[in-house]
């Protein structure tokens, strides 16, 4: 995935009622590893990767990058939004180009079913809709992924087809920005 382009990065931290939407900190080196090192959060993203391995790999301060945005709730990392490019080369595209924006997101188990994907996520959009006006978000995850699939009807996100990728079935959605009034 590329980087959204010429957005000034990073943009001041985002509140919702719960939750901050801020740039990566050392601080949450921590949740990264336990992140990405979940089998649970990674059921639908090709496993999880060893622990050992993230503890010797990721950086003091790790996705630090345009377009991450780490969720914290009361001081704690308990997941992360991000909103990249979308690779031309993958399937599943609105513009024969490809390069949208896409949506994505991982939670921590334990902050499962509690509401905080989707205020975090359209926390993110609407961050976006401001930044981008008029430029529409994708998203795309496995078909298998029920929960995955209810947070992006939530969204707003409306199907636009489905196909193999991965060696699973996926389905691909698009959301369109609206620009701001005033």
């Known amino acids: 995935m590329t980087v959204l382009g010429p957005l000034a990065w990073p943009p001041a931290p985002v509140k ?17 590893i336990e992140l990405f090192s979940s089998p649970e959060v990674h059921t639908y993203l090709g496993g999880p990767r060893p622990r050992d391995a993230l503890e010797h790999a990721l950086p003091e301060i ?31 595209h609105i513009r024969p180009d490809g390069g949208e924006a896409e949506l994505g997101y991982t939670f921590l188990p334990q902050a499962w079913g509690r509401g905080y994907a989707a205020e975090a996520c359209a926390a993110a959009l609407d961050w976006f809709a401001d930044a981008c006006p ?30 193999e990728e991965f060696g699973a079935e996926q389905w691909f959605g698009v959301w369109p920005s609206i620009a701001p009034s005033g």
Do not use: H, W, Y
């Open 134 to 163: 008029g430029e529409p978000v994708v998203l795309c995850t496995q078909t298998a992924n029920v929960r995955s699939l209810r947070l992006a009807g939530k969204l707003g996100f409306t199907e636009v087809e489905r196909f």
């Open 62 to 92: 790790p996705g630090r990058r345009p377009g991450l945005f780490v969720i914290d709730l009361d001081g704690a990392m308990i997941g992360m939004v991000t909103l990249d490019r979308r690779d031309a080369e993958r399937p599943g």
């Open 16 to 32: 919702t009622e719960r939750l901050v939407l801020r740039e990566s900190e050392a601080r949450d080196r921590a949740a990264f």
